[in-house]
């Protein structure tokens, strides 16, 4: 009879264990959910300022293609290719990190809708200077956004000054 009272008792003891060991593991799992809809709303925040970052960085890249192009510095077709390629900054951009995709496939998907193709993009930046062509071939969000910037001077700069101190001006 005692054997069985050990037992009861041993078999008690783990059970309350157990129920504790619940308890704090339910606890964490609370405690986890929240941190989790903090951080989606984080997200959501930056998200958001990303996105309104990338449309002021647009509207200024296009305003200064707008005015070398009111130059004479850049010809129809680049006018238009870069007016094209700039205009879909905020948009590639917000794909490319939302979906979690590369740089490439949101300018294809944003070429789709388009009456360019991904492959005429790639042309005229392959006809691009090297200040352009580097970071764009790193398809980053970084080196997309680089490239832009550097994009925008093109015609207001000889290819020698394109660089990082051309950029600050």
């Known amino acids: 009879m005692t054997i069985a009272f050990t037992i009861g008792a041993i078999l008690l003891l783990v059970v309350i264990y157990y129920i504790i060991q619940t308890q704090a593991l339910s606890a964490e799992v609370i405690k986890l959910r929240n941190l989790n809809k903090q951080s989606g709303k984080n997200a959501k925040a930056a998200l958001s300022g990303l996105s309104i970052t990338c449309i002021e960085l647009q509207k200024a890249y296009l305003a200064r293609i707008a005015e070398t192009k009111r130059h004479g510095l850049l010809t129809e077709d680049n006018y238009n290719l870069s007016y094209f390629v700039i205009s879909k900054l905020g948009f590639v951009i917000m794909r490319s990190i939302e979906m979690d995709i590369s740089i490439e496939q949101s300018l294809q998907q944003a070429c789709s809708a ?34 832009i910037n550097r994009l925008s001077f093109i015609g207001q700069y000889s290819n020698a000054t394109i660089g990082e101190d051309s950029l600050t001006h």
């Open 114 to 147: 388009s009456p360019y193709k991904a492959s005429e993009v790639k042309k005229f930046i392959a006809n691009q200077p090297t200040e352009v062509r580097m970071p764009w071939s790193q398809n980053t969000v970084v080196g997309y956004m680089t490239a």
